[in-house]
């Protein structure tokens, strides 16, 4: 292989494609403080195991085919840091035992997909963005420590065929601190923490001729301050507003997307707007996509009665987990151990858990049957959705015994399609 | 599994051979039609067709089956996926109402009879996901078209005047997409839509550049023949969804004088209902089909397909994000919208038909006008999938062109509006069940310029359907309902001489080949290198990392021209 290539970053949904890897020194160029840590050498599982037994490869699949088809109703959990072709296989595997698929979203953007379902997503690409915005809007976001290379290549520096420069663009940031993103912005907003529903309503009240409904101070903001970001966002030629985590896990939830939607549609009524979430893993958007077209929907789907069934606040996996709703749980690309709730741990201890991951987390603790990949992105390729489900291949640069999440989950299929008969 | 099959005493009805409803056999070997000699000593199966209808596979030339936006309509509309089609057993899990999951896609084409079907719109930079989803549809051959009407690139090369430039763009970006040919969707409208607004007519000006609409459509044509490539420029009018926008899609039609082709149309103009409307408002908006039928066929090199709307349920999902804005603003209804760098865009919004709203039942009778008044040679039956319904549906309009009295019976309860905003009440044509083959099948594949696709003559590709029906005795203008059932669910379904659908039943799976067209042979790549490298600057993705590697693809075919 050549010294130096090409790489496509597999660590936030930024999905940086320009940076460069010396394959020789095992160093990365040009990206992100996250995006190095993922592309330096790090503490891996040295091989298969059960119960902490190194066994081989086929040993491990055969052992987790057997908790899988001996359980009633396992559930899938993670796939958002894997590639679509592994997810595709998890959902056709998922649906072969009739357990529950679920994904990283669940606890954390899924309330943007409810809010798809109730008003649609009036959005465009990270390009889009790049070359039009005149007024970006960070709203719950802080991209500047989550996605670092997101404002250089797409929102905030970036140059772009109408928007040539920083100068042409004006960034506001609208959060509950003064966020490291926030001291790059024009104008900062500082709201009361769960106070984005009535600033988002006092918003659409002053853009659609009711400023006389609004009170002289919402959720922390002086009605004066308002309207100046509303007579911002109707002057804009092209803007965009791009929400975070503090949006969709604060009071609220999916209503503040909804109603953030509802903007959009009123500021599209003047100028052109659209509206995106800023995701976090680098296939997140690939783990709700693919099920999407092999089963209807994008995560929470239980297959109990041998078709899908879409009922978040019934078949995600925290709620299957806290009513104890599983027998058996296979975690990829994932930490839930370190991410979920107590009481959802505590379900996960008592039943058999196989685990299919690069790196060694909380979960690996837990697992009975653990099964090292390659990680993608090095070791593996596939396709990965960026944030904004634009598509992009990430490569394989390095050689590796370690088996791929797809090559695992082929096998696993095959071998439980085997004993399933 | 048998190599070879032979078909007995069916009757065959193969437009593109002038077969009409001629008892014949029928024999297949290595998935294609051949000679009785050539299966002399095989493992031969026997199917009887005695009394049956047996015709080429169904191919659906304009559908949106694969990619970003169908998956959006998924995510958008969980409502769709109640509809419980197959439970998870030798075959896939099946869900879906209008919206249907990729694999039941597949098997939904499959059980009617239909071998093939192609992705109307495939957004450049999202090839790799339409392929994706090609790639998990079973039974099937598809391929997608991607969309060049409102890429920066064809308006540089346009307002430059340069069709050599053009010719090597087009022949890149098919082989960057995998894709098969040119689409056009409302050409400079939906750039117009980054600024908030749309063209209104052939001459408007398109923004940031020296272009008409005129001149991008005609500059296609130009390229996409001098390329010689399998399908001609497919084309989404300008002004989609306008009352009196009949006018411009006949100004539109013929932009394709001038051109010619020995072995198809030089130009496509596609779901032609929604193009079709006159008036100026939807209170006064009546049918343009008949001036548009008239201009059609007075020129032997325009095709279009129907755009048929089906009353139920439908999810309005195109290029022409500018339109779709206003869809949403009509009905009030959820929207989604997706600008995409600088190649154009997309929107999706649910709707439904209802018979009893006048323009609901406008749309309807005028797709059955198209379908009626323009030759059969020259009309394509599609229901522009899931725009104007599903395609599940396609045996309802194959019945409704056959049957005056089926479409008198329909009229009666539609709303009365189309008593005088339509002549269809007055057409009295009914097509033959010869003609509506040919619409569904030899028509199709020689407007895509498929010679092996939609005919039984020997060397096409084995996909055959069997139907009950005994086309030597069945009354169609009567018995419509006989028809409609018969064409709903095939007796047999054969995809490369692999019987796939048996009485209606799923017996086998098949993954069937993904076709795309390659021209760079024909240019010189290297002449556009410069432009690309300094354009790229306005994508988000680097030039080296844009577009589909065939490996990547679970059975490609490259059709090199």
Known sequence: ?421 | MHHALHIKNGIVIDPKNGVKAEKMDIFVKDGKIVEESEIKGEDVKVIDASNKLVVAGGVDMHAHIAGSKINTGRTMRPEEMRVVRNIANKFRAAVGRVLLTSPAIGYEYAKMGYTSSFEAAQPPIGALHTHEELDAIPMIDKAALPVFGNWHFTFKYVEAKDIEKLKTFIAWALERTKGFGVKVVNPGGVEAWMYGGNVTSLDDQVPGFNVTPREIITSLIKATEELKLNHSVHLHCNRLGVPGNYETTVETIKLAKGFSNDARQVLHVTHVQFNAYAGDSWRNAASGAEEIAKTVNSMDNVTIDMGQPIFGHATAMTGDAPFQFTLHRLTGSRWSNKDSEVEGGAGIVPIVYLPKNPVHALQWAIGLELGLLVDSDKVVLTTDYPNGGPFTEYPYVMAMLMSRKMREGELANVSPYVQKATNLPAIDTEKTLEEVIHMTRSLPARVLGLPQKGHLGIGADADIAIYNLNPLEVDTSNDFEKVYKAFKTAEYTIKSGRILVKNGELVDEYWGTTYWVDATGKVDLEAIKPDLEDYFKYYSVELQNYGVEERWLRRPERIVV
């Open chain 1, 1 to 421: 292989m050549e010294e130096t290539v090409n790489v496509i970053c597999t660590f936030c949904g930024s999905v940086c494609d320009d940076g460069l890897f010396d394959v020789e020194k095992f160093k990365s160029k040009r990206f992100c403080k996250l995006g190095s840590s993922k592309f330096s050498k790090k503490e891996r599982i040295k091989a298969p195991m059960i119960d902490g037994k190194e066994v081989s490869y086929e040993e491990a699949i055969e052992k987790a085919a057997e908790i899988l088809v001996n359980a009633k109703r396992p559930l899938l959990y993670g796939w958002a840091s894997t590639v679509n072709e592994a997810i595709r296989l998890g959902v056709i595997l998922t649906e072969k035992l009739r357990g529950v698929y679920d994904q990283c979203a669940s606890v954390c953007h899924a309330p943007g997909t409810l809010a798809v379902i109730e008003e649609g997503l009036p959005g465009g690409t990270l390009g889009a963005i790049k070359n039009r915005a005149d007024v970006v809007v960070f709203w719950g976001a802080n991209p500047m420590e989550a996605h670092p290379r997101h404002g250089m290549r797409y929102s905030i520096s970036a140059k772009g065929l109408l928007v040539k420069d920083r100068k042409q663009r004006k960034v506001v940031v609208v959060d509950v601190r003064p966020t490291k993103t926030a001291k790059l912005a024009d104008e900062f907003i500082q709201i009361k923490p769960g106070y984005d529903y009535p600033v988002i309503s006092a918003l659409r009240a002053i853009i659609s001729g009711n400023a006389d409904a609004v009170p002289d101070e919402v959720g922390g903001v002086s009605k004066e301050k308002l309207v100046e970001l509303a007579e911002t966002m109707k002057n804009a030629r092209y803007g965009a507003v791009l929400y975070g985590l503090g949006v969709t896990q604060s009071r609220g939830r999916d209503r503040n997307v909804e109603n953030a939607v509802k903007l959009i549609q009123l500021l599209n009524r003047h100028t052109r707007w659209v509206i995106w979430p800023m995701r976090g893993h680098y296939n997140v958007v690939g783990a709700g996509e693919v099920p999407a077209w092999e089963v209807g929907y994008q995560y929470a789907i239980d297959f109990s009665r041998g078709y899908p069934r879409f009922s978040p606040a019934e078949f995600s996996a925290v709620e299957v987990l806290k009513r104890g709703d599983c027998d058996a749980a296979l975690i990829i690309a994932s930490d839930p151990a370190a991410h979920f709730p107590r009481a959802a741990v505590k379900h996960l201890k008592k039943i058999p858990v196989i685990q299919i991951d690069p790196f060694p987390n909380m979960t690996t603790l837990l697992a009975n049957v653990v099964i090292p990949s390659a990680v993608a992105g090095i070791e593996a390729e596939g396709t990965a959705y960026r944030m904004d489900a634009i598509p992009l291949r990430v490569k394989k640069v390095i050689d590796t015994n370690y088996w791929s999440d797809e090559q695992i989950l082929e096998k696993l299929l095959e071998k439980v399609e085997k004993l399933m008969g």
